[in-house]
T-cell receptor, first 115, second 115 residues
Framework: EPEVTQTPSHQVTQMGQEVILRCVPI?????FYWYRQILGQKVEFLVS????????KSEIFDDQFSVERPDGSNFTLKIRSTKLEDSAMYFC?????????????FGPGTRLTVL | AQSVTQPDIHITVSEGASLELRCNYS??????LFWYVQSPGQGLQLLLK??????LVQGIKGFEAEFKRSQSSFNLRKPSVHWSDAAEYFC?????????????FGQGTTLQVKP
């Protein structure tokens, strides 16, 4: 069964450094998402991406964040200058795009630790 | 604003016992509701979803959920829990302007199963 993959599984970085989290969504899916979960807190929506542009973003997704689909398979989340509070599990998701009710498929997550 | 509340942070049940995990939502329109499960080291896996129609929905692994509009609830049930059901369970509502399909999650309920 197709699945969403994410790399790396764990990323450790120094405060102020740039990080890129990578995701390979399910082939033929049209909508892509990033969510994050700070330890002990809710899973929070960051951004949705469709037709090569951001379709919606949360207030968390400020100028330090960007997303890109550089080719036909990868979907990346870049944090330009990481802060301690960016430490979290980041989940990528994709869905086919039949409608808002179709299923989002999640990857296993990347744990980001900012020191 | 849309929100999801899972009142129980942690639940422990004995293997073979019945289970009910509670979920309350706040959403102005007809909600699209989801239950996801997360096992350690895994991504979020969809258990079931509700859009319309029959208010009792069946999912994978023997789970079911009932939508009650009058109570703004979407509780997850299983008649007999197995040790492999130990995991974290997330209730979510599909929201977002247009067709973005973003999900708003509750804080999750950790299920522990006693032998």
């Amino acid at each position: 069964e197709p699945e969403v993959t994410q790399t790396p599984s764990h990323q450790v970085t120094q405060m102020g450094q740039e990080v890129i989290l990578r995701c390979v969504p399910i082939s033929n899916h049209l909508y892509f998402y990033w969510y994050r979960q700070i330890l002990g807190q809710k899973v929070e929506f960051l951004v949705s991406f469709y037709n090569n542009e951001i379709s919606e973003k949360s207030e968390i997704f400020d100028d330090q964040f960007s997303v890109e689909r550089p080719d036909g398979s990868n979907f990346t989340l870049k944090i330009r200058s990481t802060k301690l509070e960016d430490s979290a599990m980041y989940f990528c998701a994709s869905r086919p795009g039949y409608g808002a009710t179709d299923t989002q498929y999640f990857g296993p997550g990347t744990r980001l630790t900012v020191l | 604003a849309q929100s999801v509340t899972q009142p129980d942070i942690h639940i422990t049940v004995s293997e073979g016992a019945s289970l009910e995990l509670r979920c309350n939502y706040s959403y102005g329109a007809t909600p699209y509701l989801f239950w996801y499960v997360q096992s350690p080291g895994q991504g979020l896996q969809l258990l079931l979803k509700y859009f319309s129609g029959d208010t009792l929905v069946q999912g994978i692994k023997g789970f079911e959920a009932e939508f009650k509009r009058s109570q703004s609830s979407f509780n997850l049930r299983k008649p007999s829990v197995h040790w492999s059901d130990a995991a974290e369970y997330f209730c979510a509502v599909g929201a977002g302007s247009g067709n973005t399909g973003k999900l708003i999650f509750g804080q999750g309920t950790t299920l522990q199963v006693k032998p």
